[in-house]
């Protein structure tokens, strides 16, 4: 069993209105040294494959084909071994 830890975020030439949000709310708050935030998305997906390899090639795909817009979207991921 693997678990993938997913970060999914909005490319950085895409106006991000929410990150701007909270980034005014704690520059309100006197965190003045933010410079800039953006927000994203974690995913972790349990798959139960026998090695790393087909885990990553099922998180990569389910990245591209539903969990991530590829138009507007980055996204990274890395696996790890579950204990379970």
Same mark, same amino acid.
């Given at each position: #069993? /693997?678990?993938?830890? !997913?970060? !999914? =975020?909005?490319?950085?030439?895409?106006?991000?209105?929410?990150? @701007?949000?909270?980034?005014?709310?704690? @520059?309100?708050?006197? /965190? %003045? *040294?933010?410079?800039? =935030?953006?927000?994203? @998305? /974690?995913?972790?997906?349990? !798959?139960?494959?026998?090695?790393?390899?087909?885990? +990553? +090639?099922?998180?990569?795909?389910?990245? +591209?084909?539903?969990?991530?817009?590829?138009? #507007?979207?980055? /996204? *990274?991921? %890395?696996? !790890? @071994? *579950?204990?379970?």
């Amino acid at each position: #069993m /693997y678990i993938a830890r !997913i970060l !999914i =975020t909005l490319r950085k030439t895409i106006l991000d209105p929410q990150g @701007k949000a909270v980034e005014h709310s704690l @520059k309100s708050l006197g /965190y %003045e *040294s933010i410079k800039d =935030t953006r927000i994203g @998305k /974690y995913i972790e997906l349990k !798959i139960e494959e026998q090695d790393e390899s087909a885990a +990553k +090639k099922i998180a990569d795909e389910a990245c +591209k084909k539903l969990l991530a817009n590829s138009v #507007m979207e980055d /996204y *990274s991921f %890395e696996i !790890i @071994k *579950s204990g379970e």
